[in-house]
């Protein structure tokens, strides 16, 4: 058997990359563990959120398919931060997980050149720096001109709950083995993360006459260019509070050697700005209350995901600090929270294709890099489809700059400084966010999907339609925040100029190889180290200072003007 492309994993980057791949002409195979596992949520049931929403926006704009299905399967919209400034103003959707996980299966079923596979991949195969397929636990050697890997948390998982201990990818599935170890025989440096998730509740023991109601906004925001409106049936999201009860649970089971978080038991780095409740009731010792959003997973199931309270604390810890809050004082729960920890690889391994700078043709994208959260996997499975078409059809890579898109952002953080935590997307991470916002997202994106082939050519003509309208019209919203920010924008366009042109400077392979001169070794092995692939991402190198920059440059020049 023999593919163009082989994608790993049916996850939220796996099914992007695959559908991409496929979308482009490419006879594209897509392996996973489990095919009634396609685009599962792991844990929150919701899509979207400041950042996040705008990448599934830029994902809508670059013809990708999470929007249409998050659009299609919601049932609580909202915007976040609708009071504040457009620069962070976001869509989110509660999703009824279910009817997401479907919608997307039925999806990659019924694309042409996409086939369907449940199996395990435990090794790759190369030739020569070369990736050349996979091994699979059951249906053999499997021949790919290219490979994307999109494993999520399953590489050497590791669920902890409690005092317990036992492998597994996600709960009830098993943990990938024998990937890491065949990364690590490709030269890939592997690091160890961790992640959690919240105990899942029975809606019919929670006391919903005692909490705060919060609807979803009408009308509600969409994702999907096309969309309109809701097609399912809107629910209302609920609030509570932990109070000091709660955190005296858990300070209380912490400080008895209960916590795997903080009795040595878990190693890895968890995330910073997704913390776990044992995590919060630490670091913000001074804090009384945390706030905590019951969100129903769908219409037709009970289960509800406390949003906010993430954990690995045994059980029985569990339902104690649950039942000290508001509204939850007889609650039952369904699902117990756990955490996974997983290995990862350091993304400074990669290219800005989010291919492999050792063995050609492997892509990595998704958890496996170093992030969390689905839109982050989503985004990356899509660049690295893109990709790794571009390059079977030899054609110009996709790189998106950072003042293009939050998905240049993502991607040129996670290759040109790496991540030591499990990476999320927010605003503050962009330079210039005010040029990053949702509502000018298909100015932005709309012809890079076109010129792909990605973007269907009727839906570019429209989205450019709307834009050309939209622009000439003083009632619409997309003109008056042009015109209030014209100035702001005109300001910075020579710092955009300036970073464009960094970008393009590509630097050649020499400056890895022999010391330019005037270079301390110290730049030296930072460069040998990171290979970044232009001035631009040179200069974004801690340590690599601009009087090292200014040398690499004449080195630049003097290879132009050599070759
Ligand atoms: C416990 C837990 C808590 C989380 N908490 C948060 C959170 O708080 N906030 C947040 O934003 N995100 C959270 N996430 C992360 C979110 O689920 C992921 O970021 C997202 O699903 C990653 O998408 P992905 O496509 O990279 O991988 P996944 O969605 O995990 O998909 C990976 C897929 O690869 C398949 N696979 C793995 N190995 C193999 C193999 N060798 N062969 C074949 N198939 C394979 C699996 O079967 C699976 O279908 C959490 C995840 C877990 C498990």
Known sequence: ?????????????????????????????????????????????????VGKGHLVKEIDALGGEMPKIADL?????????????????????????ERYRRRMTEVVFKTPNLSLRQDDVVGLLSEAAQITGVVTKHSGEIRACSVIVTTGTFLGGQLHLGHEKMPGGRAGEAPSSGLSYSLSQL???????????????????????????????????????????????QVSCHITYTNTNTHHVIQEAIQSGRAPLYNGQIAGAGPRYCPSIEDKVTRFAQKESHLIFLEP??????????????????????????????????????????????????????????????ISGLFCAGQINGTTGYEEAAIQGLMAGLNAAAKLKHQEPVILGRHQAYAGVLIDDLVTLGTEEPYRMFTSRAEHRLVLREDNV?????????????????????????????LKDSQSRRFQIEQKYAGYL????????????????????????TQTPGLSNEVFEKLRKHRPRTLGQAARISGITPAAQSLILVAIKRAERHA
Request: net charge negative.
């Open 1 to 49: 058997m023999q593919f163009d492309v082989l994608v790993i994993g049916g996850g939220h980057a796996g099914c992007e990359a695959a559908l991409c791949t496929a979308r482009l002409g490419l006879k594209t195979l897509l392996i996973t563990g489990s095919l009634d596992r396609i685009a599962a949520m792991s844990c929150n049931p919701a899509i979207g959120g």
């Open 73 to 97: 399967t919601g049932i609580h919209f909202r915007t976040l931060n609708a009071s504040r400034g457009p620069a962070v103003q976001a869509t989110r959707c509660q999703s009824d997980m």
């Open 187 to 233: 030269g890939l440096e592997l690091g160890r993360l961790k992640t959690g998730t919240c105990p899942r509740l029975d809606a019919r023991t929670i006391d919903y006459s005692e909490l705060e109601e919060q609807q979803p906004d009408s009308p509600a925001p969409m994702f999907a260019f096309e969309s309109i409106e809701p097609v399912l049936k």
């Open 297 to 358: 997973q769908g219409l037709d199931t009970y289960e509800v995901y406390p949003n906010g309270l993430s954990t690995s604390l045994p059980p029985a810890v569990q339902i104690d600090f649950l039942r000290s809050m508001k509204g939850l004082s007889r609650v039952e729960v369904t699902r117990w929270g756990y955490a996974v920890e997983y290995d990862f690889v350091q993304p400074t391994q990669l290219h800005p294709t989010l291919e492999t700078k050792n």
């Open 442 to 470: 298909y100015a932005r994106l709309a012809p890079i999907g076109a010129k792909t082939g990605l973007l269907p050519q009727k839906r570019f003509e429209a989205m450019q339609a709307f834009e050309e309208l939209a």
């Open 490 to 513: 005109s300001r910075i366009q020579k710092e955009l100029r300036d970073q464009v042109e960094l970008d393009a400077c590509v630097i050649p392979e020499h400056v890895f190889e």
